[in-house]
Nanobody, 119 residues
Framework: QVQLVESGGGLVQPGGSLRVSCAAS????????MGWYRQAPGKERDLVAR???????NYADFVKSRFTISRDITKNTVYLEMNSLKPEDTAVYYC?????????????WGQGTQVTVSS
């Protein structure tokens, strides 16, 4: 069973920065990919950033050049560094991990961490 625990959310002013972390119970190299999603009230959950097993990254257009996803394999942790935050970045941020389960890929989710951007 994969467990993902997010931390680091909170309240930040517009233009500020925040880093959220996702600690995985397993070795992150056992995952095909890990990612960050976000969900604002009344909206769907959207992909924010993703990092593959090989370390390649991709980002949603709305966070490009502002957010950076990274990982520390020694700590089995994935990070999302968020800069130049805007009020519209306010959402619950969820960590995800994709793991091969037989012939299919199963996606695991963390419990989420709230990020609020407000003055």
């Amino acid at each position: 069973q994969v467990q993902l625990v997010e931390s680091g959310g909170g309240l930040v002013q517009p233009g500020g920065s925040l880093r959220v972390s996702c600690a995985a119970s397993g070795i992150i190299f056992s995952f095909n990919a890990m990612g960050w999603y976000r969900q604002a009230p009344g909206k769907e959950r959207d992909l924010v950033a993703r990092i593959s097993l090989r370390g390649s990254t991709n980002y949603a257009d709305f966070v490009k050049s502002r957010f950076t996803i990274s990982r520390d394999i020694t700590k089995n942790t994935v990070y999302l560094e968020m800069n130049s935050l805007k009020p519209e970045d306010t959402a619950v941020y969820y960590c995800s991990a994709d793991k091969l389960d037989g012939a299919t890929v199963r996606r695991y989710w963390g419990q989420g961490t709230q990020v609020t951007v407000s003055s």
